[in-house]
């Protein structure tokens, strides 16, 4: 009889971090010490502090073990498993601020206390790869319950009431979206789930199709009953291998049980479901660049209208949803539309999952209501800036987005409110900026990533990009003038207005808001010829202060380029600046502060 | 599958996987399982509970802990409840866990001649 659950990670980040042998040497020395019929070893999806993974929790006793390496293991099974004894210093902890005392409770630790799990409610606590642990979790009875006690209408106005609004980022009222689709003629519609997931340091929708698929999968049949479509598509880009699998035999679990497929729960509905692969292009992400991508054509936006909801895959109407809106469809079904609308701000209700990234202690996914402040995130939850660096700006939205400064970290998170302050949701990448991070360079690697995303349709994104990535480029090596910061102005509000998708028209959005909040840093490399940050290497030079210089020869030997030379306790070393690549290796070796970078 | 009938079933089979990671049980049942523990006999007393434990569906987790530093009265089972009450077992063996689980889980009664309190009084 089992007495313990062994929980190991098997998301991508703590399966980059070898969780897979992890989980092999559980099995392995659990058989060894004979606890094989006591004990059972579960691979599950993201606990979202991939900082300190690969992380194993323990049940009942509720321990969360961090930074598991597979020789820890032998040792948590022989002293916890075997003799009850938690090995504490691989315990997750934090610190009481004010006593002093260690916090051990995983309720108590700050990065979980404040979150709120609803769209990742099953990560990390369920096997992603078995359907009967999800249906352990109330799995499938909201579809259910849907199919034979509500009509459509009645599924639609509960998904209405709850205010849930569209997770890609623009925020769509979702009801209002599968109301358009439902009232269109004809009997041959499709569902869409959009887990083209691009935006750069975002990752929330991968855990959930890694961790929870069945909800994906939950969600959608809801969706096609309340719109009348009987198949749908899951669009993921092939570079999320392991969700993918997962999906896959989620998928074919649910055909098994009847749960997907012909006369679902006996009501006389039909509804089948394929996981449909994207190359891995930004622009799908965009809906009518995702439907071109799923009938086989090549992913390039169209002019909206026609809307997929009147006129979408193969011509027909369609629905379009990302993950985690999914991923919230059947726990509103579940526990009513008030429920859920008692979370969150007047116009934003719910949760929102955001993937913390970037100079922050506890990189990871969190889920937080809406109205949570993104000084609540950054300090409380993401633990701040490492290494007591000041913080410099938090970019949201990702290339679609802007940069927010100290001054707006009071700000509640809600739609409007992030839009207000010159950012945007999307899909909820956040990345955290400190003082070593410079905003030219941020807006100039946006900017870059665009240009390589654009796909070359109209010309206000294909050419209008690349003249501000060109000025960008300037600016950084110092070849910028005044005049270009208006002319970047210019032209960023002109590609807003012109472009043809999503993509463009939200383009400039990093250069016009480090524009507004950071023009200084832009001043400082256009005028005095420097990067503040220190980042920028055309800027930079590196040399050696004689006098501090102790002549031990260790910036020399560091020097990739041998650009240093000096006698070894005789003369004092100095920088070649031709042969200089400014690397900062030597800045980095020297123990003595001798190396100076202006 | 073709109700929510059939659903609930197959749920209530899936239940019993992993309804330890929930917790929301009313006693916790700890025992002692550190080398003086294992030494007195505690692992045939520990098997007994959990299987007890799931065939009559006690309302409790099992698990277990390090030496408390009693040795000399191992095997040791401590019992948990959610009003914050505790009681501590001593000189346990399988018949007398399989009592503590009737009458004190089961039940709400503690099983007073097992108690710590109890045994010492009778060795005074």
Known sequence: MIRANVLCCAGTGCTSSRSAEVYDSFVKYIEQYGLKDEINVVKTGC???CQKGPIVAVYPDKVF?????PENVERIVSEHLLKGRKVEELELSDEDLQTGEKILDIDKIKFYEKQQRIALRNCGKINPEDINEYIAMRGYEALGTALTSMTPQEVIDVIKASGLRGRGGAGFPTGVKWQFQKDQPGDEKYVICNADEGDPGAFMDRSILEGDPNAIIEGMAIMAYAVGAHQGYI?????YPIAVKRLNIAIGQAKELGLLGKNIFDSGFDFDLEVRLGAGAFVCGEETALIASIEGKRGMPMPKPPFPAVSGVWGKPTSINNVETLANVAQIVLNGAEWYSSIGTETSKGTKVFALGGKIKNTGLVEIPMGTTLREIIYEIGGGCPNNKAFKAVQTGGPSGGCLTEAQLDTPIDYENLVAAGSMMGSGGMIVLDEDNCMVD???????FIVDESCGKCTPCRVGTKRLLEMLTKITKGEGTLEMLDEMEQLCYEIKDTALCGLG????????STLKYFRDEYIAHIVDKKCPAGVCKDLLSYSIDPEKCKKCSMCAKACPVGAISGVPGKEPFVIDPEKCIKCGSCLATCRFGAVIRK | MKSLEDLK??????LKKVEMREGGKDYRVVVGMATCGIAAGARPVLNKLVEETAEKDYNCVVTQTGCIGMCVYEPIVEVYGKDGSHTTYVHVDADKAVKILEEHVGKGKVVEEYTVDSVRAREV
């Open chain 1, 47 to 49: 606990f979202g502090l």
């Open chain 1, 65 to 69: 073990y961090c930074h598991v390496q």
């Open chain 1, 235 to 239: 669009y993921c880009r092939a570079e």
């Open chain 1, 442 to 448: 941020v807006a100039r690697f946006y900017l870059e």
């Open chain 1, 505 to 512: 028209q939200t383009a400039p959005n990093p250069v016009l």
């Open chain 2, 9 to 14: 079933k197959m749920r209530e089979l899936a």
